[in-house]
C-alpha cells in the first residue's frame, strides 16, 4: 500500500505464481482502485517525501529546542521564591523597551524562565513576538528570541515549522501540503484495500527477491503505518487554506466551532487602555492580583495573561498546556475591580471543537510529548521507505508502457451500480469539499481515458494489420 507508484502484479504480470483473480463484486472494482493508487503514487509521492521529511525534522525539533535554547529557557539556580510577576515584566520592559506587552508567561516550572512576549518590536516579524526570557528568582534577562504560534516555537522549530508547511514561499507554498494531505488518506486508504485483498498472495512474496520482493514489503509497511497516514491526513486538512476553511464552515453551521472566553470588562474604564498603548502591561489591579485571581478559579500553570487590548477590555488569563491531560481553561478578569467576568472551561468545549484541538495537538506532536513525537518520526520514515520502495517497484518493472496499463474501456460498467454510484456520490462530496483532492483526480480519470482510447485504437489497427495480412 501507500504513497508510491505500487503497481501489482496485476499491471506486470510475472511467469511464475499468478496471483487469484479476485471474485465477487470486488473483481471489477479493484483495477479501477488499482490505478487510482498507481497515478497518485507517480506524482503525489513527491510532495509527500518532502512532506515526510520536513515532517521528521519538526518532531524532532522540540527536543532540539530545548538543547540549543537551554541558556534562555532555564534557569542557572532555583531560588528560595519567586518575585512578583510585575517586577520580572518591569525588567524585561527595561531590557527591551520597544514595542508592546501582548502577554505574559509565568514560569511553568521551578527550572524555567518567565516568558515576556513583546509584539510590534521593529526588527521582528509582524506575525511573530519578541519572547524576553527573565529568571523569575532573580529578574535576571537571560535573553530574547522571536518566537511564534501557541506552542511558543522558537526560532529553530519556527524554521522548521514553516518549511513543513510552505516551503518558505507563503501563502501559495501552503497548497503544496494541503495538496499532500489531502492525498495521503487516499492512496492509504486505496492501498490499504489492496493489500487486504492481496494478503494471501502478498505473504507468499516473503523470501523472494526482486520486485516481488518490494511488492511485499511496501504492502506490509504500508498495512501497519494505515492508520497514522490516514489520521495525519484528516488532521493535517483542519487548518490547510481550502479544504480547512470548510471544515470551519461546517463546524460552524453545526454549532461546533471553538468558544473563547468574553473579553470585556464592562462599566466606565477611562484610562486604563492609555497605558496599553505605551507598552504598559500593567493596567488597573495589575498583573500580580490578576494572576492571583486566575489562581483561585483553579487555573494552574502553564498560564499565560494577556493584557487588555483597550480600554473597554479585560485582562485575559488563559491556560496554555496542550499535552494530556489538556489544561485549555480561560478566565477574563476585570482590570479595575480585578474581578472575574467570565469563565470558559475546556470541558465545557462542543465535541468538535475538543476533537480538534487533541488531532492537531497530537499531529504537531504535542499530545503526548516525547512519545507522540518519536511516533510520529516513525511514521514520517515509513513513508519515506514506502515511497522509495514504491518507485523502485516501477523502476525494476522495465517494460510495457512508462505508466502501466490504462483502465480497459467499459471498466465502469463492469462495477454494480449498488457499488459505482455511492463511490461516484463519496468522491463527488469529497472533491468539493476537498478541491485539491478533487481537482487533480478528475485529471487523473481525463489522462486514463484518453491513453485507454490510445491504446484501444492500437488493438484495432494491429487486429485490422493482421487480417489484412491474412
Known amino acids: 500500500m501507500s504513497t508510491a507508484p505500487s503497481t501489482t502484479t496485476d499491471e506486470a504480470p510475472q511467469p511464475a505464481a499468478p496471483a487469484p483473480k479476485p471474485r465477487g463484486s470486488w473483481a471489477p472494482l479493484r483495477p479501477l482502485v488499482l490505478r487510482l493508487h498507481f497515478y497518485a503514487g507517480v506524482f503525489v509521492a513527491p510532495f509527500l517525501f518532502v512532506a515526510a521529511v520536513t515532517g521528521f525534522l519538526y ?262 498546556q496542550r499535552s494530556w491531560p489538556t489544561k485549555q481553561d480561560a478566565v477574563a478578569i476585570d482590570p479595575a475591580s480585578g474581578e472575574v467576568t467570565d469563565v470558559l472551561r475546556f470541558e465545557d468545549h462542543p465535541v468538535l471543537a475538543k476533537l480538534t484541538r487533541w488531532g492537531i495537538d497530537l499531529h504537531t506532536g504535542v499530545l503526548f510529548g516525547l512519545v507522540n513525537q518519536i511516533a510520529l518520526m516513525l511514521l514520517a520514515l515509513s513513508l519515506i521507505v514506502l515511497i522509495v520502495l514504491g518507485y523502485r517497484m516501477w523502476w525494476q518493472r522495465g517494460r510495457g508502457s512508462a505508466f502501466g496499463r490504462p483502465i480497459p474501456r467499459g471498466a465502469w460498467q463492469q462495477v454494480p451500480p449498488q457499488i459505482l454510484l455511492p463511490c461516484v456520490a463519496a468522491i463527488a462530496v469529497l472533491g468539493y469539499f476537498v478541491p485539491l483532492l478533487g481537482i487533480p483526480l478528475a485529471a487523473f480519470i481525463a489522462v486514463d481515458v484518453v491513453l485507454g482510447e490510445i491504446d484501444h485504437r492500437r488493438g484495432r489497427r494491429a487486429q485490422a494489420s493482421g487480417v489484412d495480412a491474412g
Do not use: C
Open 59 to 320: 518532531a524532532g525539533a522540540f527536543q532540539a529546542e530545548k538543547i540549543v535554547y537551554a541558556d534562555e529557557m532555564t534557569v542557572s539556580a532555583v531560588g528560595d521564591a519567586r518575585l512578583p510577576i510585575s517586577e520580572q515584566v518591569a525588567a524585561a520592559r527595561e531590557a527591551h523597551p520597544g514595542g508592546t506587552v501582548s502577554a505574559v508567561r509565568p514560569s511553568p516550572e521551578d527550572d524555567a524562565t518567565t516568558r515576556v512576549l513583546l509584539s510590534g518590536v521593529e526588527g521582528v516579524d509582524p506575525n511573530h513576538t519578541l519572547a524576553v526570557f527573565v529568571d523569575p528568582y532573580t529578574a535576571k534577562v537571560q535573553g530574547a528570541l522571536e518566537q511564534y504560534g501557541a506552542t511558543g516555537a522558537l526560532p529553530l522549530r519556527t524554521w522548521i515549522d514553516e518549511f513543513h508547511r510552505d516551503l518558505h514561499l507563503g501563502e501559495n507554498g501552503r497548497l503544496y501540503s494541503e495538496f499532500a494531505a489531502s492525498w495521503l488518506g487516499v492512496i492509504a486508504l486505496g492501498g490499504l484495500v489492496l493489500w487486504f485483498s492481496r494478503r494471501r498472495a502478498l505473504r507468499k512474496l516473503r523470501g523472494t527477491s526482486g520486485r516481488r520482493r518490494s511488492l511485499g514489503l511496501h504492502g506490509t509497511v504500508g498495512a501497519w503505518a494505515a492508520a497514522g497516514f490516514l489520521f495525519l491526513s484528516a488532521t493535517g486538512l483542519t487548518w490547510s487554506t481550502y479544504a480547512g476553511a470548510n471544515i470551519d464552515e461546517l463546524r460552524t453551521a453545526l454549532g461546533h466551532s471553538t468558544p473563547s472566553v468574553t473579553a470585556s470588562a464592562g462599566g466606565d474604564h477611562s484610562g486604563h487602555g492609555a497605558s496599553a498603548s505605551a507598552g504598559d502591561a500593567e493596567h488597573g489591579v495589575g498583573l500580580d492580583k490578576v494572576l492571583a485571581a486566575a489562581r483561585a478559579e483553579g487555573l494552574g500553570d502553564p498560564v499565560e495573561i494577556v493584557p487588555p487590548a483597550d480600554a473597554s477590555s479585560a485582562y485575559v488569563v488563559k491556560q496554555t
